[in-house]
């Protein structure tokens, strides 16, 4: 079984991101990556990105230059065994070495390192938790996932909403929370508001008050418990 082609596909919602002092569902971001890697057996591995997708298929779809180091994933690949994904990976690495080793180069190499396992499940007809070694649970706890409300009041009925809903936790992340210091501290510090001491927030922030909010923010817990967070780590914030 050998690589035939390695796609990069850029979805379009079609929706700008929720303007965050709306307190309404967030939609997500209106770009999002998908790769595709397709075999000569027929079985093709699919993977989602999560980074700056038209950049990512740029990554991916580079013209070849012959040069190790400035080349796509794409010439990486090509022409390749797909169930040798440790040494793939290396390979990738390199042709992407001048260029691509953070951000959205390691971000569509991640994708791609996905697809190689959807294809190797699929040819051994195994779920990939088989194939690594173990499958620790048959069931997950689905959690709630929306933006910050701009007011207290308006995060205790979102609160509320998602618990008659019958989720039993709840992830806040971005909307207005992170931009304005003063606003954030309001929004924790709201008796309208369960708390959770000492737990830190991680949100989006500007850089001059990430230091600020994660020093002297907690994450928030409703009834049956929720979470704030965002992909900004502790290691950013300081």
Same mark, same amino acid.
């Given at each position: 079984?050998?690589?035939?082609? +390695? ?9 700008d ?6 307190? +309404? ?24 990105? $999560? ?32 169930? $040798?994904r ?24 991640s994708?791609v390192?996905?697809? &190689?396992?959807?294809?190797a499940?699929?040819?051994? $007809?195994?779920?990939?938790?088989? &194939? ?13 996932? %929306?933006?910050?409300?701009?007011t ?6 979102? +609160? ?23 606003l954030?501290?309001? &929004? ?10 000492? %737990? ?6 500007p ?7 994660? =020093?002297?923010? =907690? ?17 950013a914030?300081?």
């Amino acid at each position: 079984m050998r690589i035939t082609d +390695v796609e990069a596909m850029v979805l379009d919602t079609g929706k700008d991101y929720a303007d965050p002092q709306e307190a +309404v569902e967030a939609h997500g971001v209106r770009f999002v990556a998908l790769i595709k890697v397709t075999t000569d057996a027929g079985i093709c591995g699919w993977s989602d990105v $999560e980074t700056q997708p038209h950049v990512g298929r740029a990554i991916v779809t580079a013209p070849s230059g012959g040069q190790v180091g400035f080349e796509s994933l794409r010439a990486a690949l090509i022409g390749e065994d797909p169930l $040798e994904r440790a040494r793939l990976w290396q390979k990738a690495y390199r042709y992407l070495a001048y260029y691509g080793r953070q951000a959205a180069g390691m971000q569509m190499l991640s994708g791609v390192d996905i697809a &190689l396992w959807d294809i190797a499940g699929k040819a051994c $007809e195994q779920p990939v938790s088989a &194939l690594l070694g173990a499958k620790y649970r048959d069931r997950v706890k689905a959690y709630a996932s %929306t933006l910050f409300r701009p007011t207290p009041d308006a995060m205790k009925r979102a +609160v509320d909403d998602y618990l008659g809903r019958g989720f039993r936790a709840i992830k806040f992340c971005w909307g207005v929370f992170g931009h304005d210091l003063k606003l954030d501290i309001t &929004l924790k510090t709201s008796p309208a508001m369960p708390r959770l001491p000492h %737990t830190p927030a991680r949100c989006a922030s500007p850089p001059e008050n990430r230091r600020r909010v994660w =020093s002297s923010l =907690s994450v928030w817990r409703a009834r049956a418990g929720w979470t704030c967070c965002s992909p900004i780590s502790a290691a950013a914030a300081a």
